[in-house]
């Protein structure tokens, strides 16, 4: 080694699911949502002036936070606007879990988690999920330096209730306690309303899922103003501009058309329950889902021979060769079309 590469932080990344090149598959592997954004984005796209990219963006994400702060009826001051919910997780991990104790995840949940503690050498334990891959709340009662719930988690597709999560904030009232909602509006509690009983909880959610914006990357977070502010310090004194211009503009309008917004959530809902159905019809355990994606355990096929079979019939899913999960597929809902082609080929490979 040489003696400068001894200086470079060594962190084992995360590795995000598969983005194949070619033409002509059917992607159900990284949770994109399977519509278009509303309408109305369009439109304001081609309606932008070029010229304004010439100039640096609002770096307080005004238009954006307005609107979010309308639509989640909080204060725009509690509102923090990143670079997707990744973005957004990261800089709180940089703000909030700054003590020698441990932060807290679940040991089966968002794997991103733990390179951020690895990244900013932040020390943490993960609990493990009980034998239905639910969290145990008695795991968080011990003394730690955050806690952290993905909810629904992924990639379980798993969804605690409010009361759950409440719990969890009355046993760890001294720390920030961070709920990752990136698939809350597929049919999961959202913590916000919490917000006005503790002032030490973030809420984040993003535009990549239900709002069909995730090569924008726009994510956020909501907690009281405080949090926000610390979150704003760190981000300010290290990247003042990181939200563009057209992100900001396109999501705004984004969450202004409410009613497309429900109608495609509906959809994939719906389409979510069927294929529930038809997987099982075809030997398939799925766990309860409250996500755009379905976890799924077959009874006598392992899921790496599904996994590789389904790749030669150009179908993506996503598989994990961890260990409890590697039995496991997890599969993104898809328009109706795509999903009937994944049953019939799984007929076909069963």
Avoid at 159 to 178: A, G, K
Avoid at 287 to 294: G, I
Avoid at 314 to 338: A, C, D, H, S
Wanted: hydrophobic residues 35%; proline residues 5%; contains cysteine.
């Amino acid at each position: 080694m040489k003696l400068w590469e001894q200086n470079i932080r060594k962190v084992k990344p995360y590795v995000p699911g598969l983005q194949p090149k070619e033409d002509n598959i059917i992607k159900l592997n990284t949770n994109e949502n399977p519509y278009p954004p509303a309408p109305g984005v369009e439109r304001v796209m081609e309606q932008m002036k070029l010229d304004k990219l010439r100039l640096y963006p609002d770096y307080d994400s005004t238009e954006l936070v307005n609107e979010l702060a309308k639509e989640k009826r909080v204060d725009p001051e509690q509102i923090f606007i990143g670079v997707g919910s990744d973005d957004v997780l990261g800089m709180a991990f940089l703000t909030y879990f700054n003590s020698d104790k441990p932060v807290l995840f679940p040991d089966i949940t968002y794997s991103f988690y733990d390179v951020w503690c690895e990244l900013y050498k932040i020390p943490y334990e993960r609990p493990m999920l009980d034998e239905n891959f639910r969290i145990v709340k008695q795991d968080y009662y011990k003394e730690n330096g955050g806690v952290v719930i993905a909810n629904p988690n992924a990639p379980t597709s798993i969804c605690e209730s409010t009361e759950f999560i409440r719990d969890i904030l009355e046993h760890n009232q001294d720390v920030v306690v961070i709920v990752d909602e990136a698939y809350v509006d597929f049919g999961g509690a959202s913590s916000i309303d919490l917000l006005k009983e503790y002032d030490n909880l973030l809420v984040v959610q993003t535009f990549s899922k239900s709002r069909s914006l995730a090569g924008l990357r726009i994510g956020y977070a909501i907690g009281n103003k405080e949090l926000i502010e610390a979150l704003n310090i760190v981000k300010f004194s290290y990247n003042s501009y990181t939200m563009n211009t057209a992100s900001i503009v396109l999501g705004a309008e984004a969450v202004r058309d409410k009613e497309y917004f429900q109608n495609t959530v509906n959809q994939i809902i719906e389409q979510r329950e069927k294929t529930i159905q038809e997987l099982d019809e075809l030997g398939f355990t799925c766990l309860d889902s409250k996500a755009n994606f379905v976890f799924a355990t077959h009874k006598s096929v392992p899921a790496g021979k599904i996994y590789e079979e389904l790749q030669k019939k150009k179908i993506y899913v996503r598989y994990f060769n961890k260990p409890r999960i590697n039995n496991f597929l997890r599969i993104t809902i898809g328009t109706e079309e795509e999903m009937n082609q994944l049953i019939i080929a799984l007929g076909e490979i069963l």
